[in-house]
């Protein structure tokens, strides 16, 4: 079986067990640093739009969630991204033959968080639209050390577990049910984010 098939089949398992998946070897080293070259990544943290909370009426609140993000448009993407682009809708598809989710769309942004910046405690899915079903992140970051903290702090019923965001590895989990908390990390922290749909998703309409 194929490397790709692998991590997918990771991913699929893990969702249908424990409600979350991980592929550590989703992006190899190289596909990592091509994305850590783009201007996305390189320009300054503050050309970046600031992200709010919840689906309408957004607010910034830097306490509760400090990153700045930028959607992508697979349409214009840079070729380094539209790879990884077409390796998640390749994972889409798998998921819907293998787990049966109806997933029928992705959106995702590239997040970056400033060092000491974090995510407060939440669910992916909004109060007034569950059409999020499967969030999907894929971290950036190159030479990630425990010591430089930003773990991925997923919460269960009896149970926390906490995941570094080291560079190429992806982290699948339910949106609906899964609440998580990103903590502050020493040194800038960086993803691609996003979710799988069971509706097309509004980015085609902008
Ligand atoms: C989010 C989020 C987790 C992470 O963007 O909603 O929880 O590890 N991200 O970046
Ligand atoms: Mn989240």
Redesign the pocket.
Known sequence: MDELQNQFELIADGLAEKGYGIAENFLSKEEVAAIRGLKVLQSDIETLQK?GIGKENKQINEAVRG?HIQWIDAATAPMELKIVLEKIELLRTYLNRTLFLGLKDFEVHI?R?PAGAG?KR?L?QFKKDDHRKI?V?C?LNEGWKAEDGGQ?KMYFPDHSLE?L?EGGKL?CFRSDSIE???LPAGRE?A?L?GWMLDQYSDLRHL
Request: charged share 20%.
């Open positions: 992200a990153d997040a968080y995510y939440h992916d969030s992140v971290y991925l995941v965001p982290i998580h908390e990103v922290r993803s984010t």
